[in-house]
């Protein structure tokens, strides 16, 4: 089973994966984190970013969920490939043979869902704090799901607290995650 949360940076995703890994460990599963890849990235990144980087970024993304679902029942990902490429249109304009093969992939996640930017960016050390720039990438992302009518769950605004009840309710009553509990 692969789950994503997905959004702009700084909105609590990686917060829910680590969440979410020890609710799934607390229930006797098999899970990894596949940790946002931008971080490693040995180009620039944020507004300063180009193709170069974000396809770095794409491609690194796509080997990390391979290698870690090689050796893990439940896959924890923050950030899938179409947040990669949100982040790609927004500095070199639309890529259709990546974007094919973004739309391919995105088939791969049994559970994507969607944190929602509510204006503020946490400050990280790495993730650019300018807020137009979040909600820029934060518009792209629900703009490609729309066009892709990709499915996914949306945390509802202004309620972070009870966030991970929802995605534990939603993953666990997957059918993927209930046969994990046999």
Same mark, same amino acid.
């Given at each position: 089973?692969?789950?994503?949360?997905?959004?702009?940076?700084?909105?609590?995703?990686?917060?829910?994966?680590?969440?979410?890994?020890?609710?799934?460990?607390? *229930?006797?599963?098999?899970?990894?984190?596949?940790?946002?890849?931008?971080?490693?990235?040995?180009?620039?990144?944020?507004?300063?970013?180009?193709?170069?980087?974000?396809?770095?970024?794409?491609?690194?993304?796509?080997? *990390?969920?391979?290698?870690?679902?090689?050796?893990?029942?439940?896959?924890?990902?923050?950030?899938?490939?179409?947040?990669?490429?949100?982040?790609?249109?927004?500095?070199?304009?639309?890529?259709?043979?990546?974007?094919?093969?973004?739309?391919?992939?995105?088939?791969?996640?049994?559970?994507?869902?969607?944190?929602?930017? *509510?204006?503020?960016?946490?400050?990280?050390?790495?993730?650019?704090?300018?807020?137009?720039?979040?909600?820029?990438?934060?518009?792209?992302?629900?703009?490609?799901?729309?066009?892709?009518?990709?499915?996914?769950?949306?945390?509802?605004?202004?309620?972070?607290?009870?966030?991970?009840?929802?995605?534990?309710?939603?993953?666990?009553?997957?059918?993927?995650?209930?046969?994990?509990?046999?």
């Amino acid at each position: 089973m692969k789950v994503a949360f997905i959004g702009t940076h700084g909105v609590g995703k990686t917060t829910l994966c680590y969440e979410l890994a020890a609710v799934l460990k607390r *229930e006797g599963i098999h899970v990894d984190i596949v940790k946002e890849v931008a971080r490693l990235s040995p180009l620039p990144i944020n507004q300063k970013t180009s193709l170069e980087a974000q396809t770095w970024i794409f491609l690194t993304q796509m080997a *990390e969920e391979i290698r870690s679902g090689s050796q893990h029942d439940v896959l924890v990902c923050d950030r899938s490939v179409l947040d990669n490429y949100a982040y790609m249109v927004l500095s070199a304009g639309r890529q259709p043979s990546i974007e094919r093969y973004m739309q391919h992939w995105m088939r791969s996640y049994d559970l994507l869902f969607k944190v929602p930017f *509510e204006g503020l960016v946490t400050a990280d050390g790495v993730r650019d704090t300018d807020a137009f720039f979040a909600e820029a990438v934060d518009q792209m992302v629900d703009k490609l799901l729309a066009e892709r009518t990709v499915p996914h769950e949306r945390l509802e605004p202004g309620a972070r607290r009870t966030w991970i009840n929802r995605v534990r309710e939603v993953v666990l009553n997957h059918p993927k995650g209930q046969k994990r509990l046999l």
